[in-house]
């Protein structure tokens, strides 16, 4: 149980070793750690870090410099992309695997294929693991059944492997069966070889008993039991409790002033803050909640792009399909522009070509939007468009006070698009740029648990911990983990009396 | 998995006089034969350059086929890499399945244990005259074939010209250079010469010399104090100038001014003690520089190794040795050939120089050999063997339509002269059609019955007398096979029975005694003796010779003319000689 004996574990010549890593309890440390011991005595090949994210892997390429020679750090998507492109024509797939991948999304497809010819070519796979001898995978929690079948099938091939997770952090998937089979494949996994667990919070070294407490409500949240809020709390920790007021819960929040006040005071302070909460629309409903006095953390995903990109690749040419795409994305994205005030609109200038003569100023603006769309009806048009739209919105315009775009980098690439001679070519750009700028979060943000995960915080404050929020089921349990042990000084929990969430004693 | 480097196949295009080349090679030795100008050696060159340790190879147009360089060349092989070799630091490179035949894309559907993986490399002539190494990846993708993963598999090349010794020097990528350098090597032999002190070899007046240099060089503004030490220079590496001395008569002499088997020998054993796994071997003439034991002594470490390696040779000695070696025909059109063991183990051993000539002529069996000696000694401008004719015994008419085969489908140019025996007809005439007139073969029966069956009746008794004028011992055949005590010629005919069948009986009673023949022999002893009388008529290389003198001398000759002519004026043909007229052989 101690790092040590992980260390030890680790070093072993065990053919397969599974670190049980909670959060915050230096897994990174271990893992970068041994994979340059592993690389300074490696006689052929190179130690492979296996990530999930971009950010990660920069971090174990920092910590892993002076061995730089003999470590390979890839994403799990692309080291399966790679072998894809060698093999494409053995597993029937165009020949950049990877520009396919990235402009369809089909990353799970080429996992699945991968895995069928690493499973099914024994040639493949031990040529893999002549390549990699010793594996380390990082957060294997977040490998979906593919990529975990396709490591093994390198593993059984002669390739060592060490494999990073924590059973408490498996949330993707988003329901109680994506969890249970991965939890199933966690305990195979372990029975398969030697293992131990990393449970000393290094995250919290200068508040310790935070962190303690935190992998103490790991463990009740891990056994199925709750986590206890009653008596002397540890400190860091704090808890409030408020109820939503909004009159459709569902669709908007608000509080009283009474439960709102020792919020606003939390987000008045100064320092790192992250405001998390469970849901898309949870954030959008605090978004409004904080009169959008915070950025919204987009995380590295761009869904609403890649929703735009399809509809222009489908439809380039055809300015009344373009202009639904570009409505649906600015709805997505920005808050305000809306069917009634700017949307029909467009579109019956778009379906008259503008022909007729506007009065006044918003709708002198939306006839230029549809002209910039009617001229290039592809990604270019689209772009132009964005851009103008976001003059108009960021001068204040008539008729366009009230539009609030949220999803700034969205529509920011989006509008760079613009500059490439086609859609494909500026989506594989712009996702490039992105996969090797690690975008970091701003200081203060929202955002859901989810694209919070990998990240830490000073503050953290969870908002709000309700039934609907985190109610009894494996899934949001592991949620509700995720969230509170991203802050590492100061937790604060926002509880619901009227709809109190099972996982909660108070 | 093989612990080797292999080529399994080799594709070659457009590279010197080669247009097309297709060959997979065998596992170990590779002993290629052909003659002058067939590319045995463009061969070995090719892959040489594949694998050549440098990038630093000059290419001229006359590397290029037809010396066109426009569509540019390219040396492609299917290669086995070892693990030792360690590729796997090459993580770009992924492997082809061999399939036995070609390099497939692996097939994650297919059932069955999958076959070793092997890589594809090439090297190509650019119509820029650049040479271009690279690696085709599975999905048809090109990445570049280092000169470090070639330097790792490490071709030993002895090649065909005299001053060749860079496996005994510390050249980059030489076998002593793999052998010795670990790490920086050449820097600190660099350093270590640089020290040396070389002004002490200086005489009194060089030094002044170089000092009043010194003088004018410091009234000239320029940096002076002058020394003489190390300078290095462009092109010119420490490592070319230093090299392998040993000891001769107290006298340490380098390697490279030793003879060139030595020479040869000595890089082969320097690449003998580096690791195995990274050696491909190719010798040009095998043969060169050593003395037939030596050469044997040699042939029988390369099977030792067990490596692969490809061999050209003009030696029957080495042919001859050869017999763990797979041997390969390349004929005149760049065309390579399998020479199956199977079919030609007994004629490697009984005749090697077979394999070398330029047009070998198969004969049944010694008689023949003796025989067509005496039909073809005039037959061409010089004597048959100065054109490269050889006669072969062929062992046998089993024995050598195997060979025969073996031999056409090499590709070959050959000859034929066999006996009808009247088997294995369908064979016969699939190596007939391909030989065409160049393919002898009686209508039916053999060599001795043929001409026999033309001698006058007066004249059969004169056969019994051999080439130095002596009857008794064929008479004696004659006799034993009548029955008979007496051996004199007039007991014998007697014995023929009565005078109208006397000499028919006589002729096939010759026949039978000198071919051999067992039949009627009243017990299995006398069977064996029997058999045994052919040796005392013809069956022997003189004997032939005889038998064709006999043929001329008992006017047999103008009956035999129109067939033999044809298939000598076949042979005279293959050597682009006109036909001759009837009556023109002079015999």
């Not at chain 2, 426009?70 to 693990?83: T, W």
């Not at chain 2, 007046?205 to 170089?210: D, G, H, I, R, V």
């Not at chain 2, 090299?243 to 054993?269: C, F, I, N, Y």
């Not at chain 2, 019994?464 to 007496?486: F, I, K, N, P």
């Amino acid at each position: 149980m101690s790092d040590k004996a992980v260390a030890e574990l680790l070093r072993s010549d065990l053919p397969l070793v599974t670190v049980e890593a909670a959060a915050g309890c230096g897994k990174t440390h271990q893992g970068a750690q041994f994979a340059t011991d592993a690389a300074s005595h490696l006689g052929v090949g190179r130690v492979l870090i296996l990530t999930h994210t971009h950010a990660a892997r920069s971090v174990f390429a920092q910590r892993t410099q002076t061995v730089s020679g003999s470590v390979a750090i890839r994403t799990i998507d692309s080291f399966l992309t790679e072998i894809a492109s060698i093999y494409h024509r053995a597993i029937d797939l165009p020949a950049d695997v990877g520009a396919w991948a990235r402009a369809n999304n089909q990353y799970d497809e080429v996992a699945s294929r991968c895995r069928h010819l690493l499973e099914g070519s024994s040639l493949v796979a031990e040529a893999a693991a002549q390549r990699y001898p010793v594996i380390l995978c990082d957060e294997h929690q977040d490998a979906s059944a593919d990529q975990h079948r396709a490591v093994m099938a390198v593993h059984k091939a002669g390739a060592r492997l060490r494999v990073f997770g924590d059973p408490m952090q498996v949330i993707f998937g988003n329901n109680d069966t994506g969890v249970r089979a991965t939890l199933g494949r966690w305990e195979d996994l372990k029975c398969s070889g030697a293992s131990e667990k990393l449970l000393t919070p290094h995250r919290w070294s200068g508040s310790s008993e935070l962190g303690a407490w935190i992998l103490a409500a790991r463990q009740a949240l891990k056994d199925g039991g709750t986590v206890d809020l009653t008596g002397r709390l540890p400190k860091g920790l704090s808890v409030y409790f408020a109820e939503n007021s909004a009159q459709i819960p569902h669709r908007s929040f608000s509080m009283t002033s009474a439960h709102r006040r020792p919020i606003d005071e939390l987000r008045r302070r100064g320092g790192q803050l992250l405001v998390l909460t469970e849901s898309n629309d949870r954030v959008g409903h605090l978004n409004a909640f904080f009169d959008r006095s915070m950025r919204i953390w987009e995380g590295h995903r761009r869904e609403n792009l890649a929703r735009l990109i399809a509809c222009i690749r489908q439809s380039a040419g055809d300015v009344d399909a373009i202009v639904d795409g570009f409505l649906a994305f600015v709805a997505a994205t920005a808050k305000g522009f809306t069917p009634s005030a700017h949307g029909n609109r467009l579109r019956t200038e778009v379906k008259e070509r503008c022909s007729k003569v506007t009065r006044g100023v918003m709708p002198a603006h939306l006839q230029a939007v549809a002209r910039l769309l009617i001229a290039e009806p592809d990604h270019c048009g689209v772009a132009r468009a964005l851009a103008y739209l976001v003059d108009v919105v960021e001068r204040g315009e008539t008729g366009f006070g009230e539009v609030e775009l949220d999803l700034k980098s969205e529509i920011r690439d989006a509008i760079r698009l613009g500059q490439f001679p086609s859609v494909d070519a500026g989506f594989a750009e712009i996702t490039r740029r992105r996969t090797f700028s690690h975008p970091q979060p701003p200081r203060r943000c929202l955002s859901t648990i989810h694209k919070s995960k990998g990240l830490e915080c000073d503050n953290a404050l969870i908002l709000l911990c309700d039934r609907a929020a985190f109610s009894n089921t494996l899934y949001k349990r592991r949620l509700f983990y995720v969230g509170m042990s991203r802050a590492k000084k100061e937790l604060a929990l926002v509880l619901s009396r009227d709809d109190p969430s099972p996982l909660l004693k108070f | 998995m093989a612990n080797q480097p292999r080529i399994n196949s080799l594709m070659i295009r457009r590279f010197r006089g080669i247009e097309v080349l297709d060959w997979s090679p065998s596992a170990g030795i590779n002993v290629l034969l052909g003659g002058g100008d067939s590319g045995k050696s463009t061969v070995l060159h090719a892959i040489a350059l594949l694998f050549s340790p440098t990038n630093a190879v000059q290419v001229l147009e006359t590397d290029y086929f037809n010396r066109s360089t426009g569509e540019g060349f390219s040396i492609e092989a299917v290669v086995d890499i070892p693990p030792e070799v360690g590729i796997a630091d090459f993580s770009s490179l992924w492997p082809w399945e061999w399939d036995g035949s070609a390099a497939v894309l692996p097939d994650p559907e297919a059932e069955k244990e999958p076959n070793h993986p092997v890589f594809r490399f090439r090297v190509r002539g650019t119509e820029d005259l650049e040479l271009v190494w690279e690696v085709v990846q599975p999905n048809a993708e090109i990445a570049a074939l280092s000169t470090g993963l070639r330097r790792r598999i490490g071709v030993v090349r002895l090649a065909n010209d005299d001053r060749n010794d860079r496996d005994l020097r510390l050249v980059t990528g030489s076998a002593l250079d793999r052998l010795l350098s670990k790490g920086n090597l050449k820097s600190r032999l660099n350093k270590q010469v640089a020290e040396t002190d070389l002004s002490a070899a200086l005489l009194e007046e060089e030094m002044k010399a170089l000092e009043d240099l010194g003088t004018t060089f410091e009234r000239a503004g320029l940096p002076h104090d002058l020394e003489l030490g190390l300078t290095s220079s462009q092109g010119l590496s420490i490592g070319a100038l230093i090299g392998l001395l040993a000891d001769r008569a107290g006298v340490k002499l380098p390697l490279a001014s030793w003879g060139a088997g030595t020479r040869r020998m000595s890089a082969l054993e320097v690449a003998g003690v580096t690791e195995a796994a990274s050696r491909l071997t190719v010798i040009d003439e095998i043969e060169r520089g050593l003395e037939p034991y030596r050469l044997r002594q040699l042939l029988a470490k390369l099977v030792k190794d067990e490596g692969q390696c490809f061999v050209t040779t003009h030696s029957p000695v080495a042919i001859k040795a050869a017999t763990k070696a797979a041997l390969w025909f390349i004929d005149a059109k760049g065309a390579i050939g399998a020479l199956p063991a199977v079919a030609i183990a007994q004629q490697q051993a009984r005749d090697p120089e077979t394999f070398l000539a330029k047009l070998p002529v198969i004969a049944e069996g010694v008689t023949e050999v003796g025989f067509l000696r005496f039909l073809l000694r005039n037959a061409f401008v010089a004597a048959p063997e100065d054109h490269g004719i050889r006669l072969c015994d062929g062992g046998g008419n089993e024995s050598m339509l195997g060979l025969l085969v073996a031999l056409r489908d090499a590709g070959l140019m050959l000859g034929a002269f066999c006996d009808n025996e009247g088997k294995s007809t369908g064979r016969w005439k699939s190596v007939a059609d391909a030989l065409g007139s160049r393919c002898f073969q009686w209508r039916t029966g053999c060599l001795e019955a043929n001409v026999i069956a033309h001698v006058d009746d007066a004249s059969l008794l004169s056969l019994a007398c051999d080439s130095e004028g002596a009857s008794g011992e064929r008479l004696r055949t004659l006799a034993d096979r009548l029955g008979l005590q007496a051996k004199d010629e007039a007991s014998i005919l007697a014995a023929c029975g009565a005078s109208e069948q006397r000499f028919s009986k006589l002729r096939a009673l010759i026949v039978a005694a000198a071919t051999g023949d067992k039949e009627g022999a009243p017990d299995v002893d006398t069977a064996k003796d029997w058999a045994k009388h052919s040796r005392r008529w013809f069956k022997s290389e003189e004997g032939g010779r005889e038998l064709g003198q006999k043929m001329v001398e008992l006017g047999v000759w103008p009956k035999l003319e129109p067939e033999l002519l044809t298939f000598v004026n076949a042979l005279r043909a293959a050597l682009g000689q006109p036909a001759l007229a009837p009556g023109r052989l002079k015999l």
